[in-house]
T-cell receptor
Framework: ETGVTQSPTHLIKTRGQQVTLRCSSQ?????VSWYQQALGQGPQFIFQ???????GRGNFPPRFSGLQFPNYSSELNVNALELDDSALYLC??????????FGQGTRLTVV | QQQVKQSPQSLIVQKGGISIINCAYE??????FPWYQQFPGKGPALLIA?????SEKKEGRFTISFNKSAKQFSLHIMDSQPGDSATYFC???????????FGTGTRLLVSP
């Protein structure tokens, strides 16, 4: 186990709703990255937070937003959910520039 | 230029055999190359990683071979075991900025 915990593990939302996913980073890690993994594909980078500031963003629309807190935990918020947002959402923590360790993920289903 | 191409898509190896998965990249700025193992319903687990100042790194049964001039790297799993059956992802990034670009994955099945 990596020490990176995500909650909830599963959830089902209706199209148009909003969702918040949470991540507790491994002790001592100051960088959190979020990834979206569609079924049968590799993870896709959403964005990264370093010391509470966004530090890079992938090709995702603004309705994907995030926060990092002083204890380095993080949230991913998705507004106006679409069916294509159904995926496994992964959080990874690291010391900046070092190996990244993933949590078990949150399985989001949009119906 | 941001892609990482991974092959094969799937692989069947007999117990005790060698599993080999290959990846190629285009972006010469990449300087960190990890491999992840993922079981169904779980997050990816870091197996081993290499930086381009070395051509090979070994940890237990897992070895990364790296060819900077060819922009290719590969994972070798020696003495493959049924418990190694999983999906393997290569990835690449620019060290210091952990935006990992993942390959498409290889589903490995090790037959008993």
């Amino acid at each position: 186990e990596t020490g990176v915990t995500q909650s909830p593990t599963h959830l089902i939302k209706t199209r148009g709703q909003q969702v918040t996913l949470r991540c507790s980073s491994q002790s001592g890690h100051n960088t959190v990255s979020w990834y979206q993994q569609a079924l049968g594909q590799g993870p896709q980078f959403i964005f990264q937070y370093y010391r509470e500031e966004e530090n890079g963003r992938g090709n995702f629309p603004p309705r994907f937003s995030g926060l990092q807190f002083p204890n380095y935990s993080s949230e991913l918020n998705v507004n106006a959910l679409e069916l294509d947002d159904s995926a496994l959402y992964l959080c990874a923590s690291s010391l900046k520039g070092d190996d990244a360790f993933f949590g078990q993920g949150t399985r989001l289903t949009v119906v | 230029q941001q892609q990482v191409k991974q092959s094969p898509q799937s692989l069947i190896v007999q117990k005790g055999g060698i599993s080999i998965i290959n990846c190629a990249y285009e972006n010469t700025a990449f300087d960190y190359f990890p491999w992840y193992q993922q079981f169904p319903g779980k997050g990816p687990a870091l197996l081993i990683a290499i930086r381009p100042d070395v051509s090979e790194k070994k940890e237990g049964r897992f070895t990364i071979s790296f060819n900077k001039s060819a922009k290719q790297f590969s994972l070798h799993i020696m003495d493959s075991q049924p418990g190694d059956s999983a999906t393997y992802f290569c990835a690449a990034s620019i060290a210091g900025f952990q935006k990992l670009v993942f390959g498409t994955g290889t589903r490995l099945l090790v037959s008993p």
